[in-house]
């Protein structure tokens, strides 16, 4: 069997180990030829490829990042895209495709695939949104990171007896604030599935110290905003000079808490670091297996699927489904969460 | 509701965690109070315990230990423990109680449940072997310790041109072995689930010296064994000194293995480490929502269950259940780390 | 004897441990009494301060923040602030006051020692610009999280193709931006020491994406800034909302240096994660021993002095000397960092 | 100017970074070549090498191990091990040999110099044992490994109340035990400098139980032994089947100790997971900077010497005093340790 393997779209720890698996897989146990493209999309479309053997994949389990580049490049970018992999995939004899991405890249999968080229899909997204699946690999990384993060952050926010606004990836959920949030015990957490109401946050943090504490911390989503009418909110922009305003959910948090509670607050916005970098040995062990499971569903002739996680269990479910809704955060998940004060 | 908490056992990570969720969710959620047996289920056999309050599980949410110390006494070790444990619920007046434990432990909770206590148990062990729930807490910070360390060890076995056997915890299961290997990518596992044949084992690393490649990594549950007959095995005990001889399986692999490959094998053990110190992000988060799930089934009068977790749910199941079988790892779960080489 | 200790200034992982090795030298080794005043020098001012014993430092070595509270408040704050520090001295029996601080902190001390309080000073400052030391404890900390956030930076900005700039603590020195960039392998440092010039900053990254590099990391000390004449530089202050602007040496370079090389470049800033936490174990060390030699300065009698490290010794100094002049990043120690591309 | 550099002995975090150094130094700021020899001496003596440019050690700074290999291949191994030396060193053009390694390495490294060939060495050892500079790399990575393993170890020894006697690298000297067990907060600490009086180590870790506490952790440098007469002490070797016995210093000391104290007592032994890996960025940055001072030490013309820290400076010391004596823990170093109870 000949196999094509691609990374798209934003980083996320565990890309390596998933190609590192499919090449193992496929080469060792199957004796099959794997190629890789090169950024994404856009190597299948430009056919801009290499050989992925053994040694190409040697080291590379505990990298961050991927060896095979990767970029936004999207089949429906270009009129005929479609029909360039189709072509391409003709060409170079490939008898399997398995392109490993978040929401949009699964979603150009589902095109092609519905064009008749083979693919098996495994789901990429360090937000865990991706409805299919229990978990994505790059989330327990991102929760790692940022949990690291608010557990320094606890002693000099309670040093300097601030509060402290702590921005985590999330734009349209909030699983890295929930889990991160529960990790290290912070004080409220905000989410964009919930709309928060300003007057309940300032009396939840407030409460804190009434109750004699010196510091609380809030975690909040990128996508966090206040309900309609709670709070004036600045949703970014240009200021007079042209420059990026960079408002955002924590630096405006932290000035409004600060004038209603009149302690000093201060915003964090953990940014980047999140995505980045060693994946944990969860995510290590979970993108192994979908990169495992993703060549058998190819031997298997799965095709239009994507690789999924039910319980301890990978499982096959169609593309066309994944991609239809966003997992959010439910009511009772952060229900739990909100115990803590 | 008067609710009482105790952890039996050895050390877990996450420990702490459980008491302080079970804490936050009975006395802020629902003004019970909680108290704390000392000592596993010699603090109730003895009825030695504290008053546990917001205060005294403030800032151990990310601590290793547990608060209330543990031991290895069980109910079932004193002619009239079942009665003295009786006893002192009634003169406590607890409404529930709350051990957090392992396989022992929790048959201890059962027997104490048939003879009428009310029970709510939280299932922990490091060993990730408890058949009724998809994973316990402690497990990933173990997995995640003996990663860390199988990732420096790679190095150092490149540069010394070696074979080094990495004995991981697990008396009976190899779920750490497992997990750790597929995670640092090791060469060979062996596991109690399935005894190694010595032949089969040498030529798989041998394999990877005729490949060119200059060491190898093989992890080794401690309950791994060879195949009857496969190979003289040293059960340990004492030497003509009176000693104990530490025999093991890391070092007996690497005796056996430098023989037989002429290359240098060295065992590292690497023991306590792995059950110790600081959670991580995921176990936290776990333990956290064991601990306030417990106090849910306590006040919707669920006794004789345990929490487990089951996909992203966490559901109760009953005490009898989860102590009758081990869960071991499956041939599909050794098939696939198998692929490695 | 009878010591007090106080924290004071901003937070600084290894503040506990030096609490915990003075009350530890100071009662084991020398049946002394140790109190510790509450948040810095308000606990002196105000005679608020409670017993240091074994157990009250029990298990606190390892942790981040101070167990006695800090504050900015300094006796020169209030008109008779000298002359009540020496009325709760006089008061209290002590015969050494520790006061555990940075610059401000250390010029309060220099102040209570010329007017006749036993001071032994020691100096406290994740940005390690005390001049009469090699190190302070906190900066190996600093720099350690600022170099694994660069290094998991380092893959996405790979995968993003981007150039990151990534801003460091240091408003007056570029100790944190020159260590971790050195050991992460930034490929620009930007220092206060030494106002860069934009067009040479743009040549440099510039010469890696013409070396066929698809990335650049950019390190820059909050306190950098361009030459005089180089570049717009926008100080910050209050936008027409009358929001903060949050401007910033790496918000302003990523868009200079966008515009300027036609690359996608983002700014992070690590900000307040940097200072808190748990200390490495280089800062412990030196932590413990700058307490332990406080101890000793005090029962020599030598008061007016600061520990100081100076090689593998720990030394005691003049405060008067050590309050001077900052210890600022020399032009070869920056030359050394510039060698990577 | 021709520069060959390789690395020998066991392996040390920062290897990587001193050749990544050396190369970026002379190739990009003095347009040297770089050659590196496989192996260590090994590669010189035989004439194996590679290239090495700025590719070559592209993404090396992080990494564990050496991308040269090494080996404990001596020249005085040969009869003509100097000569071939010298020959290759002709033949190739070589105008400095920057040999990396201990003390073996660095007396065949004085050794060659004293021969004529232009020699600049590296120290490295993970146990600062070299007498002519305050520390060397890999130190520091080998210390914060064996306090996050004890950290950890602490929980687990309080929870199951027991001692651990924990095994830390140290043949010679007990650099690495000492600043683990200050870091840690270990009760007692053994070094080769000082054999310890048996009795007065179990008073010791008795006083503590006295006084209440139920765990105690002491850090054994494997080359700690007892005072002559005051123990039992078993060298080790082979037991009756043949088998190595496996004594070592915790293992006999926890026999001991349980004997005498009459409490559980364990050993760990961390071994080789100390010396491998990641290196710190202080391992890292201190890495750097002897690189680069190796290259502008040869660009002198100042042969025979070796890379030395002293406080923040880097400086050269001759080769012959370098490998004189070894830098053992003096007294008053140990007994700031002692301190703690």
Redesign the interface.
Known sequence: MRIGVLTSG??CPG?NAVI??VV??AV??HEDEVIGFHDGWRGLLECDYRKLD?DAVSGI??????IL???RVQPAHLVDGVERARGHVAELGLDAIIPIGGEGTLKAANLLSEAGLPIVGVPKTIDNDIAST??TFGF?TA???????L???????????RV?IVEVMGRHTGWIAL??G????AHAIVVPERPFDIDELTARVGARFEAGK?FAIVVAAEGAKPRAGSMEF?EGGK???G?????GIA??LS?ELEKRLGKEA?P??????Q????P???D??LA??FG?HAVEAAHRGEFGMLTAL???EIVMVPLAEAVQTLKTVPADRYA?AE???
């Open positions: 934003g980083d890309l590192r698996s193992h897989r060792v146990d053994l389990l505990a990298q961050g990042g991927t580049g990767s970029s229990d978990v327990d929760v790692g990171v940022a949990t690291e993060a557990d320094r952050l606890k002693t000099t926010a309670e040093s300097h007896q402290l889990h991160s529960m990790a290290a015990g010196r600045d200021d007079v000079y420059h990026e305003r960079f408002a630096r405006q000035t201060r964090v916005i953990l940014g980047h670091v995505r980045g970098g060693t944990t040995a969860y290590r062990v192994t297996r495992w039910r319980g301890t739990e115990t803590v004060l």
